[in-house]
């Protein structure tokens, strides 16, 4: 069977410090991966998009960056955090074979203070 | 306009009732449409997916497809107080697409 894995849970940081969220999906191969952002009490915004290792599809212009290192691993990073980057980041997986139907991650609550 | 359009809710019913959630979408050329669950503080979850026009049941959830109105909607039947969660409505354009996401409809099931 399929599973995500995506860490950590929650996170604290301080303005102006890095970032690096990991999300690794085990029992598939070749998925779509994708990173979304979740302001308190609003839907999900599409951030990153990749259909294969390196090829990153950016949806949003802002201070975050993707990478995909490997065909099951996508992370999320940003040199310098904002106030403005809180939120709750999801990770995603789809088998292309199955109509795209998306599979989450637990999530990562980010407070920026 | 935005891609897909949800009443932000929240949206009300009593134990029992039957709960419409509904959905728009901006491009008419749009080729799969899903419907998550999340409760608060989780991670979506797929209830329902379709991909043409009419109905398709899977046990008290149903969805309805119309393309040429760029309408979807998902009704519960004989809700229940664990079906309190806000609904997201999702739509892909192509077979090459990412998924978009609506801002959703919060759902409470009163008993």
């Known amino acids: 069977s399929q599973t995500i894995h995506q860490w950590p849970a929650t996170l604290v940081q301080p303005v102006g410090s890095p970032l690096s969220l990991e999300c690794t999906v085990e029992?598939?191969?070749?998925?779509?991966l994708y990173w979304y952002r979740q302001a308190a009490g609003r839907g999900l915004q599409l951030l990153f998009y990749?259909?294969?290792?390196?090829?990153i599809s950016s949806e949003v212009p802002q201070n975050l960056s993707a990478s995909r290192p490997q065909d099951r691993q996508f992370i999320l990073s940003s040199k310098k955090l904002l106030l403005s980057d809180s939120g709750f980041y999801l990770c995603?997986?789809?088998?292309?074979?199955?109509?795209?139907?998306?599979?989450f991650g637990s999530g990562t609550q980010l407070s920026v203070l | 306009q935005k891609e897909v359009e949800q009443n932000s809710g929240p949206l009300s019913v009593p134990e029992g009732a039957i709960a419409s959630l509904n959905c728009t979408y901006s491009?008419?050329?749009?080729?799969?449409f899903f419907w998550y669950r999340q409760y608060s503080g989780k991670s979506p979850e797929l209830i329902m997916s379709?991909?043409?026009?009419g109905d398709k049941e899977d046990g008290r959830f149903t969805a309805q497809l119309n393309k040429a109105s760029q309408y979807v909607s998902l009704l519960i039947r004989d809700s229940q107080p664990s079906d309190s969660a806000t609904y997201l409505c999702?739509?892909?354009?192509?077979?090459?697409?990412?998924?978009?996401f609506g801002p959703g409809t919060s759902l409470s099931v009163i008993p």
């Open positions: 995603a997986w789809a088998n292309p074979a199955w109509g795209e139907k998306l599979f």
């Open positions: 029992g598939t191969s070749n998925p779509n």
């Open positions: 990749s259909v294969g290792i390196g090829q």
């Open positions: 491009d008419r050329g749009s080729q799969s």
């Open positions: 379709i991909y043409s026009n």
């Open positions: 999702a739509v892909r354009r192509t077979s090459y697409d990412k998924v978009i």
